[in-house]
Each structure stands twice: as C-alpha cells, then as structure tokens.
T-cell receptor, first 111, second 112 residues
Framework: GIQVEQSPPDLILQEGANSTLRCNFS?????LQWFHQNPWGQLINLFY???GTKQNGRLSATTVATERYSLLYISSSQTTDSGVYFC?????????????FGKGTKLSVKP | NAGVTQTPKFQVLKTGQSMTLQCAQD?????MYWYRQDPGMGLRLIYY???????DKGEVPNGYNVSRLNKREFSLRLESAAPSQTSVYFC???????????FGPGTRLTVL
C-alpha cells in the first residue's frame, strides 16, 4: 500500500520562529490533507491540497504531486500552534476513499 | 451546522462487554468512515460506508461491526471488547469522490 512519511518527527520552536514540515508519499494521490491535532485530541482541518499552493493566515502549504511531497509552512509560531501535525493522502485509482495517515510531526512552541 | 458529532466522548468497559459508538453528520455527505488512533500513531481505517446502504471493511476491522442507519448516521459496535481495542475512535465524513474529509471530536475508549 501507499506509504506516508513525515519529517521531522519532533520539533521544538521558540515563539516567533518559522518552520517547515514535510510529507513524502510513495504513490499517486488524488487528495492530500493537513491536520492539526490539538492537545485535547481534536483533529482540525488545515488544508485540502492535492496540488498547488494555498495560504491561510500564518500557515501555507504546497503540494508537488509529480514529485510526491507536500510542505506545510508555519510562520511566526505561537504557543497555540503546539500539537501534532498530520499529513494524510487518498490514493488515486480504485480507492476506498479513506485517508492514509503519516505518523505526524509533534510540534512544541515555547514562550 | 454541528458538522460531525460523536457520542460518547469517554467510555470505560470491562473485557467482554459490548457497546455502540454513535456518529452523525449534518453536511449531507454520502461517505462516512470509522478510524482508530493508537498512541504515537496516525489514524487507521476500521470500516467505511461509501454511500447509504453500503458498508465495507477497512484496514483493521476485526472485532467490530458497523451499521449505516441512514444518510446521517453511522454506528460502530464492539460485540465483546478486548484490551487491544483501547484507543481513540474517530468518525469522519465527506461528500463523495475526491473531497475533503471532516472529523468528529473522537471517543476515548478504555477496555480493562
């Protein structure tokens, strides 16, 4: 099956710093989503981005489908950005329609 | 719009007990999913329903059953709970085709 690898697994930042999270996937995809799982366990949709670039405030994401990777940029990080960031993909072709998740990047932002 | 709702939020069971996790969505979505999340892991698919009246197994279906009660509701049943089913369970839905999935708040289940 398709493999989804995220890096780095852990990241510690000082408030105000910028960061880039990476997601590599092993096969063609028709859907890619980034999620933030907050410390209370809730999964928050950040981006639906099967290709191209999107921005939402201090966050932006880029997916290069032909090279099978996606990047999530966090600028001017805040303590509320702490949590786990997941990349998830839906495989192209005959698919159950479910998302395959990476293991996540755990981000800690220190004040 | 409440989005995707799940009940209960927390549950503790003893080995061998049964229970049903409830999920409902008010976005008129066709497809619904049940995932589980174990510590340090991403989510894995248990069962899904591509449309009302259909259900199918995902990656980790053993020990579970599902019912797509109507377009809005998709329940997950544990017939005889085991400690290995201690996990956080998430329900999700999407409109169908290649679209964004939306997740409920999760149910934290502990089996003693």
């Amino acid at each position: 099956g398709i493999q989804v690898e995220q890096s780095p697994p852990d990241l510690i930042l000082q408030e105000g710093a910028n960061s880039t999270l990476r997601c590599n996937f092993s096969d063609s995809v028709n859907n890619l989503q980034w999620f933030h799982q907050n410390p209370w366990g809730q999964l928050i949709n950040l981006f639906y981005i099967p290709s191209g670039t999107k921005q939402n405030g201090r966050l932006s994401a880029t997916t290069v489908a032909t090279e099978r990777y996606s990047l999530l940029y966090i600028s001017s990080s805040q303590t509320t950005d702490s949590g786990v960031y997941f990349c998830a993909v839906e495989r192209s072709g005959r698919s159950q329609g479910n998302l395959i998740f990476g293991k996540g990047t755990k981000l800690s932002v220190k004040p | 719009n409440a989005g995707v709702t799940q009940t209960p939020k927390f549950q503790v069971l003893k080995t061998g007990q049964s229970m049903t996790l409830q999920c409902a969505q008010d976005m008129n979505h066709n497809s619904m999913y049940w995932y589980r999340q174990d510590p340090g892991m991403g989510l894995r698919l248990i069962y899904y329903s591509a449309s009302e009246g259909t259900t199918d197994k995902g990656e980790v279906p053993n020990g579970y059953n599902v019912s797509r009660l109507n377009k809005r509701e998709f329940s997950l049943r544990l017939e005889s709970a085991a400690p290995s089913q201690t996990s956080v369970y998430f329900c999700a839905s999407k409109a169908g085709g290649y679209n964004e999935q939306f997740f409920g708040p999760g149910t934290r289940l502990t089996v003693l």
